[in-house]
């Protein structure tokens, strides 16, 4: 059976931890570019624990805004925490989206498509449920050449042994991570009025506990790797990427760029 995710899901709480700060930070850049407007049905398509959801929210009088995630850890943890009569939460796949074509006015993605081994039927299904002329917009980290956080720990790791050489590679050659992929794929997909940009933001962490803790839990990539070392390898790397965090200074404090590829078209009639 073909895998519609490959972000490993553990709980709504390690997501946050491990990017729901860093989603919510950049859910305000992101809807900038989308822009959203009061009264529309809007859908939130990998919606995650509900970063965006709340910020799309808190911004406009939408009629509905519609959060759907492959995972039921998150769906719950966004149903539990977010309460709003015009938001919906549940469970879907990307690549499948349990709604009827054309069935919104906005239709928004943010940092999902990279972890769609399908994307192509993914953005297939994004413009299915548009209504014609609405907006469908993502984002996605522009993990080469842009996420420096990120970049720390897995070029540490690649060093560290050949495991960790491989998940950099499989992390860096990831579905429309590279400069104009996004745009490609809306193009192929026959949006029209195609343009995209580079979001930034940026990443701070009190110390390097708040840096590493997260990696260490129970979601996201980092965390798979980690989980599957033997604990004294595991605190060796542990050792390796706090070097590279204290960069030779005391720990505390560091502030990193994040870059992420965004996208917006328009769905044809």
């Given at each position: 059976m073909a895998v519609s995710s490959t972000f490993t899901a553990g709980s709504g709480e390690g997501y946050d931890r491990i990017m729901g700060r860093w989603s919510a930070r950049l859910a305000e850049p992101f809807?900038?570019?989308?822009?959203?407007?009061?009264?529309?049905?809007?859908?939130?398509?990998g919606c995650g624990t509900g970063s965006l959801t709340s910020a799309l929210s808190r911004r406009i009088n939408a009629r509905s805004i519609t959060g759907v995630d492959?995972?039921?850890?998150?769906?719950?943890?966004?149903?539990r925490i977010i309460r709003d009569p015009r938001i919906t939460f549940k469970v879907?796949?990307?690549?499948?989206?349990?709604?009827?074509?054309?069935?919104f006015d906005r239709v928004l993605s943010l940092l999902v498509l990279h972890f769609v081994p399908?994307?192509?039927?993914?953005?297939?299904?994004?413009?299915?449920?548009?209504?014609?002329?609405?907006?469908?917009?993502?984002a996605v980290w522009d993990v080469r050449g842009g996420y420096v956080a990120n970049r720390m720990f897995y070029d540490t790791a690649a060093a560290f042994d050949d495991e960790g050489r491989k998940r950099r590679a499989h992390n860096y050659t990831r579905p429309t991570t590279r400069p104009g992929e996004l745009?490609?794929?809306?193009?192929?997909?026959?949006?029209?009025d195609v343009r995209d940009t580079a979001l930034h933001i940026r990443m701070e962490f009190s110390a390097f506990d708040d840096f590493w803790v997260p990696l260490a839990g129970k979601d996201g990539p980092g965390a798979e790797y980690l989980a599957a070392m033997p604990a004294g390898r595991r605190d060796r790397l542990h050792d390796l990427v706090r070097d590279a965090y204290l960069d030779g200074e005391p720990d505390g404090p560091r502030s990193y760029a994040a870059?992420?590829?965004a996208v917006a078209g328009t769905a044809p009639a």
């Open positions: 809807l900038d570019f989308s822009g959203c407007n009061d009264g529309e049905d809007i859908l939130d398509a492959f995972s039921p850890i998150y769906i719950d943890y966004a149903s879907g796949d990307i690549c499948a989206l349990p709604f009827a074509d054309h069935s399908q994307t192509e039927r993914a953005v297939v299904e994004l413009r299915r449920v548009a209504r014609p002329g609405a907006t469908v917009s993502a745009a490609a794929a809306w193009h192929a997909a026959g949006f029209t870059i992420a590829w």
